[in-house]
């Protein structure tokens, strides 16, 4: 069972559009899973936006290492995955740190 699962991944070496597509759905789903997993509240629009956020940020990183690592997928594949993890939740901390500093600025009447 394993050498056919890898054989689906690394049967696309020369295919970068299947590399691109498959990347963006590992990543999707891992940032889901990370998502389900930190939050309480599950709402569709939630859900949408970890898809599409880890799903991007996979692909942008399969994309940018693609020429690097067309040789050895498998690597390529699990770092898009981590990417896809860490987007999420680097999103979740950039938005939380905006939050809070736009909160701040507006409580201080604009002066910082």
Request: charged share 10%.
């Amino acid at each position: 069972m394993p050498e056919r699962f890898i054989k689906l991944f690394t049967d696309h070496a020369g295919d970068a559009w299947m590399v691109a597509a498959l990347a963006f759905l590992g990543a999707s789903f891992a940032g889901l899973a990370n998502q389900l997993r930190l939050h309480n509240t599950v709402t569709w629009r939630s859900i949408v936006a970890a898809l599409l956020n880890s799903g991007f940020v996979g692909l942008i990183v399969a994309m940018l290492g693609y020429k690097t690592f067309q040789d050895n997928l498998p690597y390529l594949y699990g770092i898009s995955l981590l990417a896809g993890i860490g987007g999420a939740s680097l999103l979740d901390f950039m938005i939380e740190g905006l939050r809070r500093w736009l909160s701040a600025f507006v409580g201080s009447g604009g002066r910082q």
